[in-house]
């Protein structure tokens, strides 16, 4: 019997689709027993959308006022503690669960896999080196607890339906002071997230400035599609941080990326080569990204973006 | 503050395409450029800049790894930290190990501040700074777009999924830098002159007191999955009925 935790993210009102990738990647463990871990100042919302995920057993919620905000050094102390029952601890490896795991890992002294992304037994796992240029298999000692970090572009959200049980869990750890949230600024729009959209239209440098990311946004309005940027777009500073994809920003799966001035650069390539169908407009058919697209077109951009955007729908 | 230690990681250099050997044992590596850590170059930036804006910090670059090592840590004394420590060996060092040595120089150093690369791009792990502080039992703030410095204080805003974070740590802390922190300068002959008369020490795992264990065994290396070439269209049109064919819009 393998008895696993997930670190469910939410925002105090939803549950990050991560959680439920967690799961389905924790269900590819054979006698996999697994249990939510929430952390907050009142996750009773999200306490019942986790406890509705397929093949999860239990939710455990620890509710106090210093998780309102998710600290690392505040949350690692509080998870060690319920860790102490489970031989596998997961993370989404998204900016919270790389920021809180390894800390996790390093209170316990063990090992974390990082960026996993396949399961090839209890405690054999597949995960990328060199920006996806390599896969390495590793193996860890099944006598010591097991951390990992889940490569959410790798697995499919878990179906809801199920009917874990709720339990609140009072803690007896004593909190650091050292560490202080004091807020938060995000581009938060009403178009769809990044990170778990079905369809994402993202720029490069090509568009040559913040000015021309709009006809990328109207285009995505139009096709209902999430949109991101390349590294060179966001460092030439077209678009905010959030919105990188690849290796150093996001790593994503959508069913269509759409490349609109992107030459594919490999740590890009990294962030999207689970994409179920990439589609490339560029003006240099030498590009890179051509190399991996499903369909490529090559023209001017500026004439080929509005285009698009009027013979969708027709 | 006086005293800033910043971890130093000498990897494949980021412009060399990394291939896998034919009997998967690993990547080839030999004769192949390598470097200081992008990001742990750029910590290594930040903490030269704290140094020049304030009055008698030290910055103390160190690293754990090959005896080849040094070249890194002359880079980063050409950059301009005032001395350096390697920590030699021909183990590979896993996340966990490399917290332990850089704890123990910690606990010999003192810094108040110590900077990393938020993860080194060979192993791409994302563990070291983090267990770093863990076990030091100090803050952390990782993935660091901005840094300012108070009295026995760090203002840190992250990069985090949803945009930026700003958080506040009492020193001593961990910090691990991002990408858009800064710029790191360009060495000058001159300094790479001056550099070789700076301080490095050679020290082991052993003198620190640190086991170089075995946590997660690499079983194989293989190339990843390729995806196949698809077709090129020759106008909008052409694309559109791609697109509606294949269901996608």
Redesign the interface.
Known sequence: MHKILIVGEHDGKTLNPATAKCVTCATGIADAQISIALFGEDTSAVASQAAALSGVESVLRVDRPENAHP???IL?PQLVALAADYTHVFGPS???G??????????L???????LMAVEGAY?YRR??????????????PS?KLLATVRVASFQAAATGGNASIESKALNVAL?T???????????TDRPDL?TAS?VVSGGRALGSAENFKLLFSLADK?GAAVGAS?AA??AGYA???MQVG??G?IISP??YMAIGISGA?QHLTGI?DAR???A?NKD?EAPI??????????DLFQ?MP??ER???T | MQKIMVCIKRV?DYNV????KPDASG?MLDGVKMSVNPFDEIALEEALRIKERGANIEVVAVSIGVADAQQQLRTALAMGADRAILVQTDAAV???TA?HAFLALAKKETPDLIFLGKQA???????????????WD??????A?KVEISAGKA?VT?????????????LP?VITV???LNEPRYVKLPDIMKAKKKPLEVTSLDALGVSAGV??????????AQ??????????????A??KQ?G??
């Open positions: 600290l690392a050094a690692a998204t900016s919270f790389k920021d809180l795991m390894p800390r996790v890992a390093g209170l002294g063990v090992a974390q896999v990082s960026d054999r990328p080196i060199y920006a996806g240029n390599a896969i390495v298999t590793v193996e860890s000692d010591r650091p050292h560490t202080r949230y004091l807020g938060a600024k995000s581009g938060s990170q369809r096709l590294r966001v460092d905010p941080n959030e290796q150093t996001k069913e269509m490999i080569k169908t990439i589609v407009i058919g051509f190399e991996v697209a499903d369909v490529g077109l090559v023209g080929i285009e698009l013979l969708i729908g | 494949v395409r990394v291939r896998v990547v896993e996340p966990l917290a791009i060979d192993d791409d792990a994302n563990q070291t700074g983090q267990m770093l502080a863990a076990i100090r803050p952390q703030a990782t993935y777009s203002n992250r990069e985090v999924d949803a945009g930026l974070e700003t958080i506040e740590v009492d802390a991002d990408l858009r946590h997660l065994k690499v079983l194989k290396t293989e190339p990843p995806r196949q070439k698809g077709v090129i269209v020759k106008d909008v049109p052409e694309l559109v791609f697109l294949k996608l819009i």
